[in-house]
Structure formats: C-alpha cells, structure tokens
C-alpha cells in the first residue's frame, strides 16, 4: 500500500515551497503531506504472529520469509530453522514480536520424511550437485539397511556438507562451495532417535527423528556407508518438530488468504516451563521475583499471552532476561 504522485504534482509542491505559499500550519492539511502523513500511520502497524509453513520445493528459506515479509507487511520475520531449497515441509515463521521468542522456540525432535538413491556419489550428498563417483550398488535388502539403521541411533558426530550454512573463519560453507574452495570442517554434534527404512515401488524411504542441526544428506551418505554402498539424498520433507506436525501447516497460498496463527507458548521448548504470571506488574516492568522452583529458565505467561523469559541466578531469585511483549 504506497501513494504515487505525478511529476507535475511533485513540481507543483516544490514550486509551493520555494514560494513560500505553503505555510507550516497549513503543511499537515496538504494533499502530500496528509499522504505521507497515511505512509507513516500505515508502517508503524504491527503484525504479530507465528505461523506454521508448508515451504514449497525450489525456494530457500530467506524467500520464504521474504514473501511471509510482504504478505503480512511486518518487516520483522524470522523462522526457526533452515530447510534446503529444494527440501519441502514445516518453517517455522515468526513475525513482529514473536521474532523474540526464537531462542526458546521448539529445535529438537526433528521428524524428516526422506528418499535416497544408490549407486552415485554427489559433492553435496544429494542428486542436485556434480557426480563424482559411480559404482553399481549391489544386492540391498532391507533388512541389512534397517540393521544398520538401528546401529547409528544415539549420539555421533557429524561433518557438515559444503553446501550448509555452517560458518568456518566468518564465510557460511555454501560460499565457499560456490567458488569451488573446500574449507575444514569440524564434526559436530548429532543425535538420531529413530530411523525407519521402506522401500516402495522401487523408491528407498527413510523416516528420521532427530536433534536439531542433523544434516539428513550426511546421514544418509553414512548409512550407505556402513552396508558398502554409495548413497545421496532424492527428496527430503519435514514434517514435524517436536509436538507441531506439517499437518498442521498452510501454504503461502493460503497464508495470502485465510493465514491461521499459532498460539505463542506453543512453540515453546519442552524443557521450559510456562508460569502462569501471578505478578504481571513486576514481570512486565522487568523487576526480579523470587519463586519456589529450581528451573533456570522459565517463561511467564498470562492465558494465552507470553510476557517475559526469567533466569534463576545465585541470589535465588529470578532475574529477567528477555522481555516477550
């Protein structure tokens, strides 16, 4: 919603002007400045919300709130968590003030619908990126896929792929792909909960709940790994974290035209526990309070309302450390 003038409108204001005929008092009464008086009054509304998205394939991440950014006109949004561009499934959005509750936003418990390939290796793991390997994949049966499936859940360590956002001396990894460089990349911790493995019509699946920041393609890579064989990434959904399911998702599409918004303490971790606020004047003025709990962190909440996330520290007390509202 912007207001267009004519370049004979603009030249007829700028002639006012230099001749002195339009007067201060009179200036908030002309058509112009009553105009830009509207743009103003427009950009400081706020949209706050949180809402569940079915990321489409061929997009990235940043596009998808980027387009959130314009359907809603609120120029703080967020998501929180990254799914590939050509990945599908659930992002998180976060806009207006609810961008403050992405630090204690749900991150574990991961749910991946995936497909996989044999036979080819790729350097990016999957079948977007530049074959570097073939080998022609022997008799797999899915028994010895699901075994060694079974044999990777718990703790490991993970090399992320050159093509994450991974930051190595200031650059994201993907940077330095694109100009054909390697970087050292260090493992990183990984937790796998559950790996299920199908095969349909010829298609090898794989179901995986895992910790945030898994790479599926390098988990598949691994498994491959482990029965002798080759094997990237096809296709990856998501299609849940922790207690919120992609089935509870809308489109861009839908978003445009019947968005449905998420209650806020929703999407918050399991690990903190919402208080109900029973002194919302000194939550809210960012005072210390002193509770009998041995959590160290909570959120306050009021029904349905977030107000403010509290620490405990030393003192026994609970101090504020990020105002929600």
């Known amino acids: 919603m912007y207001c267009y003038y004519t370049g004979n409108e603009k030249e007829a204001v ?22 830009f008086r509207r743009i103003v009054q427009y950009n400081s509304l706020r949209m706050d919300g949180i809402l569940l998205l079915n990321k489409p394939a061929g997009m990235t991440s940043f596009a998808a ?16 968590g990254t799914l590939d ?17 992405l630090p204690y936003a749900v991150s574990d418990h991961k749910r991946y619908s995936a497909e996989m390939v044999f036979g080819v290796r790729t350097d990016t793991d999957d079948i977007w990126g530049s074959v570097t390997d073939r080998k022609e994949p ?39 792909a694109r100009k054909g460089q390697q970087a050292e990349r260090k493992p990183r ?16 699946h794989l179901d995986a709940e895992v910790s945030g920041g898994t790479y599926i393609r390098t988990l598949i890579r691994d498994l ?17 974290i922790e207690h919120l399911s992609l089935a509870d998702a809308c489109t861009l599409e839908e978003a445009e035209k019947n968005p449905v918004f998420l209650e806020p303490r929703r999407i918050l971790r399991p690990d903190i526990p919402a208080v109900e606020c029973e002194c ?8 210390s309070v002193l509770l009998d709990r041995n959590d160290p962190l909570i959120v306050f909440v009021q029904s349905e309302q977030v107000l403010a996330a509290y620490e405990k520290r030393q003192d026994g007390r609970y101090h504020c450390a990020r105002g929600l509202l």
């Open 14 to 35: 700028q002639e006012e002007k230099r001749e002195g005929t339009i007067r201060h008092r009179d200036r908030k009464n002309h058509p112009v400045f009553f105009a």
């Open 65 to 80: 709130v980027s387009r959130c950014r314009r359907i809603f006109h609120e120029k703080k949004t967020g998501h929180t």
């Open 85 to 101: 561009p050509e990945a599908t499934g659930l992002l998180i959005i976060l806009l207006g003030k609810y961008t403050k509750l």
């Open 138 to 176: 022997g008799m797999i049966r899915q028994e010895d896929l699901q075994k060694a499936a079974d044999a990777m859940i718990g703790r490991r360590e993970q090399i992320p792929p050159m093509v994450s956002a991974v930051r190595v001396n200031g650059k994201k990894l993907y940077e330095y």
């Open 189 to 204: 911790p990984a937790e796998f909960y559950s790996l299920k493995v199908s095969k349909e019509n010829d298609v090898w």
């Open 224 to 240: 491959g790994d482990m029965i002798g064989e080759y094997a990237v990434m096809s296709a990856l959904k998501r299609t849940g």
């Open 280 to 287: 919302v004047d000194d939550v809210l003025h960012g005072r």
